[in-house]
C-alpha cells in the first residue's frame, strides 16, 4: 500500500501563499487518484481537492475555487496543492489521500491511504 508524506504547511499572513506536498512511496503511484482534506480545529475533515490519475481533471471545493490549485508529477511521485490568497477561515491541518482507482471525488470512503497531516495557519 502506499504511504504519503505531507510537506510545506507553515504559519503565513492572510493574503499569502502555500504550496503543500505530498510524497508517496512505491513505484504504482501514477495508478492512484489523489485528493487534499483539511480539519479545522473543532470540525469535522472535509473535502478540500482532488486530481485523477493522470492529472487532467480536478475538482475542488467551492469556497477554494480560484485560489488553490492542485497538480501531480507522477515522474516524481509527489502531489501538490498550491494556495493562493490565503485567509484565517483556510486554518487546519492539511491532509492528502490516495484512492486505488483512477478517479476519486469529495468523499472519504473512495481513500485508502492517509498522511499523517501539516498544520497549515493563516493569521489575520
Known amino acids: 500500500q502506499v504511504q504519503l508524506v505531507e510537506s510545506g504547511g507553515g504559519l503565513v499572513q492572510a493574503g499569502g501563499s502555500l504550496r503543500l506536498s505530498c510524497a508517496a512511496s512505491g513505484r504504482t503511484f501514477s495508478r492512484y487518484a489523489m485528493g487534499w482534506f483539511r480539519q479545522a480545529p473543532g470540525k469535522e475533515r472535509e473535502f478540500v481537492a482532488a486530481?485523477?490519475?493522470?492529472?487532467?481533471?480536478?475538482n475542488y471545493i467551492d469556497s477554494v475555487k480560484g485560489r488553490f490549485t492542485i497538480s501531480r508529477d507522477n515522474a516524481k511521485n509527489t502531489m501538490y496543492l498550491q494556495m493562493n490568497s490565503l485567509n484565517p477561515e483556510d486554518t487546519a491541518v492539511y491532509y492528502c489521500a490516495a484512492a486505488v482507482r483512477s478517479y476519486a471525488g469529495p468523499y472519504q470512503a473512495e481513500y485508502d491511504a492517509w498522511g499523517q497531516g501539516t498544520q497549515v495557519t493563516v493569521s489575520s
Open positions: 486530481i485523477n490519475w493522470s492529472g487532467d481533471s480536478t
